[in-house]
T-cell receptor, first 113, second 114 residues
Framework: DQQVKQNSPSLSVQEGRISILNCDYT??????FLWYKKYPAEGPTFLIS?????DKNEDGRFTVFLNKSAKHLSLHIVPSQPGDSAVYFC????????????FGTGTRLTIIP | KAGVTQTPRYLIKTRGQQVTLSCSPI?????VSWYQQTPGQGLQFLFE???????NKGNFPGRFSGRQFSNSRSEMNVSTLELGDSALYLC?????????????FGEGSRLTVL
């Protein structure tokens, strides 16, 4: 049973436009969410996180939105750059600092120059 | 400072064999977690060690085991390998006191079982 779902395996976006990556979860106990980016032959790297007490967190070009009632979060990248081409994983845990993360299956983002 | 280091990076084994993977966390990090990544399954949590004690465990069979040493280095072992164990095994460390709760991942050990 996939508790964290990323229903779009891939997404292509024109350079300079907004990239929106979506993630849904089913476990009501999740209250901390993270996004990781992964390039080929490298380990995932942390991008941004959000606690369930917030509905938005921003860091430069990256913004994560959380809709708890819908059990949905999204990552917005504005403007998209070629270096953003990677696989993006959504992850959730039942509390901040818990190393047991439940990951989605990832979305491959391709930025078209 | 140096990142998370995993060895070996690539290895090929046959069914029935066993394998040991090693992970050196970032200096000062006492928590080490292991994840398995397979196509279509994302990353799945195997276990987490803190101060040489397993603190959390995922839903994997007993063939998957691990340990942590006093210097925080960790090893994971898979016995009686099956074809389905072919995967990228990722190790991550954390500082337990950071302000983002993030895990720092190594580049992984890619295991192929023939």
């Amino acid at each position: 049973d996939q508790q964290v779902k990323q229903n779009s395996p891939s997404l292509s976006v024109q350079e300079g436009r907004i990239s929106i990556l979506n993630c849904d979860y089913t476990n009501s106990m999740f209250d901390y969410f993270l996004w990781y980016k992964k390039y080929p032959a490298e380990g995932p790297t942390f991008l941004i996180s959000i606690s369930s007490i917030k509905d938005k967190n921003e860091d430069g070009r990256f913004t994560v939105f959380l809709n708890k009632s819908a059990k949905h979060l999204s990552l917005h990248i504005v403007p998209s750059q070629p270096g953003d081409s990677a696989v993006y994983f959504c992850a959730a845990s039942d509390n901040f600092g818990n190393e047991k993360l439940t990951f989605g299956t990832g979305t491959r983002l391709t930025i078209i120059p | 400072k140096a990142g998370v280091t995993q060895t070996p990076r690539y290895l090929i084994k046959t069914r029935g064999q066993q394998v040991t993977l090693s992970c050196s966390p970032i200096s000062g990090h006492r928590s080490v977690s292991w994840y398995q990544q397979t196509p279509g399954q994302g990353l799945q949590f195997l276990f987490e060690y803190f101060s040489e004690t397993q603190r959390n465990k995922g839903n994997f069979p007993g063939r998957f085991s691990g340990r942590q040493f006093s210097n925080s280095r960790s090893e994971m072992n898979v016995s009686t390998l099956e074809l389905g164990d072919s995967a990228l095994y990722l190790c991550a460390s954390s500082s337990q006191g950071g302000d983002t709760g993030e895990l720092f991942f190594g580049e992984g050990s890619r295991l192929t079982v023939l």
